[in-house]
């Protein structure tokens, strides 16, 4: 099982609806969470952290975390063709190397005008 | 202009080459970190520095070597060692005075092996 887990997509949505893209991870001490957006070609931005069980918003963005359940999620609301990217889910994972961030394979979305 | 820096943009290695790849940030964070991410995948961790002069092997560190002289400088070293090299190399740093855990990316190299 991999540590932390995206479905890859594409996730394909229209202009203007909500996106959610999921993740799930697998080491319940796990506290802090983060959402990157990957362009084509081009290197992770963060969007948003997130460290407490419930919602974070960001002006169209909204990280989800439940500890419980061992997921986070991003919703994006009234999506833009220019948030077509790869989001990467990152979470602090604790193993043998110590306390490190572990990546998600990313979910590829496109949104279509 | 604060930030995270890395050259070339566009490597390109012949077989049996050792290559460098250079990563510089100005942030005056600690701890510098080199990713590998291939083609639709995620990214993997190659080496970390936590501390000037010393540095810790990441989940693929085979085939590759770095230094941590300067606190502002971490480069990579790719050796011939390492056999498929082609990838996209990414560069982040992490201020962890406070507890602070983001790390941040520099714009990346991407390595062809011809």
């Known amino acids: 099982q991999k540590e932390v887990e995206q479905n890859s997509g594409p996730l394909s949505v229209p202009e203007g609806a909500i996106a959610s893209l999921n993740c799930t991870y697998s080491d319940r001490v796990s506290q802090s969470f983060f959402w990157y957006r990957q362009y084509s070609g081009k290197s992770p931005e963060l969007i948003m952290s997130i460290y407490s069980n419930g919602d974070k918003e960001d002006g169209r963005f909204t990280a989800q975390l439940n500890k419980a359940s061992q997921y986070v999620s991003l919703l994006i609301r009234d999506s833009q063709p220019s948030d077509s990217a790869t989001y990467l889910c990152a979470v602090n994972i604790v193993n043998n190397a110590g306390n490190m961030l572990t990546f998600g394979g990313g979910t590829r979305l496109m949104v279509k005008p | 202009d604060g930030g995270i820096t890395q050259s070339p943009k566009y490597l390109f290695r012949k077989e049996g080459q050792n290559v460098t790849l250079s990563c510089e940030q100005n942030?005056?964070?600690?701890?510098m970190y080199w990713y590998r991410q291939d083609p639709g995948q995620g990214l993997r961790l190659i080496y970390y520095?936590?501390?000037?002069?010393?540095?810790q092997k990441g989940d693929i560190a085979e085939g590759y070597s770095v230094s941590r002289e300067k606190k502002e400088s971490f480069p990579l070293t790719v050796t011939s060692a390492q056999k498929n090299p082609t990838a996209f190399y990414l560069c982040a740093s992490k201020l962890v005075a406070g507890g602070a855990d983001t790390q941040y990316f520099g714009p990346g190299t991407r390595l062809t092996v011809l």
């Open positions: 520095s936590q501390i000037v002069n010393d540095f």
């Open positions: 942030l005056n964070h600690d701890a």
